[in-house]
């Protein structure tokens, strides 16, 4: 089932939650909506729902509108973070309750009952915890018994709301997978929430990325993180150093030091930003001239190696900008973080407190004003 977003708003008082939000959903596809901590994309999710009104705007499902039609109606299964399980039944009654609840004209006998929660239970992989209560069973497990509730009554989209949240990080990356898997076997239409950018890029076939109440950028995992569309998006996809200054005819003059940038070459004296990702940047030693290229740019950062942390196979380095290279505000602000090889770094025998030159591989720009 295809779903339409088409120009929704809500508002709770004075906050803004959602503001003319518009999206396309195609069938059998899985959307993640991605964003921090009151973005609107739970919201969203209710509205689509149906759990929730909007104040204005519409939902189209395969092309037929949906906004007022009620919750029981939209054939949706919903799984929410905290399993919301019935914790007096069996993980079979769990699972077998969305069919026994319908109207009497349309509930399954007990038998298909019965081998639709065998299937369901086979599918998510859990047949032999059939006769446990959910006091019985890993968080894990229980997540997968409230996905196998909400597939039993053959939903034409299923939501889930930060469905892996409370879990622990290895239970988490499991069952990712996991959905990931399941989703390609049934092709039912998903959309899940969640603010782990490393979950949503993952398991997700396109990511919506929200902001404040806004879409900031629409696309598969490998656009989003290749061509953030704004500042946001960079600062939130992953760890990322932020550099402050001025954009003039081509060149972006940073913290302590210049590189080029022809797509803004009609900037003038503009507000600039330059995002860099910690593997994106060169580290050596420090000799003096070492940090200027042929031209007289200061190419590279002077900075002070202040802590290093190698796990498996990268060094992670925490790094002080020197004497003028110091920008102005709290110490958190001025670290710059660089990963390198773990081998790079034992190869090179660095030491904290050593000076270092530290030079952009790649850098994004915005300027203020910019298109």
């Known amino acids: 089932m295809s779903i339409e977003i088409r120009n929704v708003s809500k508002r709770f008082g004075d906050f803004h939650a959602l503001r003319d939000v518009s999206l396309d959903i195609e069938s059998g596809e899985l959307i993640a909506l991605l964003g921090p901590s009151g973005c609107g994309k739970t919201t969203l999710l209710r509205i689509i729902a149906g759990l929730e009104t909007a104040d204005a705007g519409s939902i189209l499902f395969s092309g037929e509108d949906t906004t007022d039609v009620h919750v029981r109606e939209r054939q949706v299964g919903f799984v929410f973070q905290h399993y919301a399980l019935f914790r007096h039944m069996t993980v079979f009654e769990n699972v077998a309750f ?78 990712r997978r996991w959905l990931r898997r399941l989703h390609d076997e049934l092709h039912v239409t998903s959309i899940f929430v969640t603010h782990d950018q490393e979950e949503a890029l993952e398991v997700a076939d396109r990511v919506v990325l929200m902001n404040a109440g806004n879409i900031e950028q629409i696309g598969s ?25 001025r954009a003039h005819e081509g060149e972006v003059h940073l913290e302590g030091m210049q590189i080029v940038s022809p797509e803004h070459a009609g900037a003038q004296n503009a507000k600039a930003s330059a995002y860099v990702r910690p593997h994106d940047l060169d580290v050596q030693r420090y000799t003096p001239g070492q940090d200027v290229d042929e031209a007289g740019r200061q190419r590279g950062i002077v900075v002070q190696l202040s802590r290093a942390i190698v796990v498996g196979p990268i060094a992670r380095l925490e790094l002080i900008p020197v004497g003028d290279n110091q920008p102005a505000g709290g110490n958190d602000d001025s670290i710059i973080e660089a990963q390198i090889p773990a081998q790079q770094f034992s190869e090179m025998g660095l030491r904290e407190g050593e000076t270092l030159v530290v030079t952009p591989r790649r850098a994004r720009v915005f300027v203020e004003g910019a298109a």
Do not use: C, M, T
Not at 139 to 144: D, I, P, S, T, V
């Open 98 to 175: 969305g069919l026994r609840v319908k109207p009497r004209s349309q509930r399954p006998s007990e038998a298909q009952i019965k081998k639709k929660v065998h299937d369901l239970l086979s599918l998510v992989q859990l047949d032999w915890l059939a006769d446990r209560f959910p006091s019985q069973l890993s968080g894990g497990q229980r997540q997968r018994i409230a996905l196998a509730r909400a597939l039993a009554v053959e939903p034409k989209v299923l939501l889930l709301d930060e469905p892996f949240g409370a879990l622990d990080a290895k239970v988490r990356k499991e069952l």
């Open 221 to 245: 995992p490998q656009e989003v993180w290749d061509h953030p569309a704004s500042p946001f998006v960079y600062g939130f996809l992953g760890d990322v150093n932020l550099f402050h200054g």
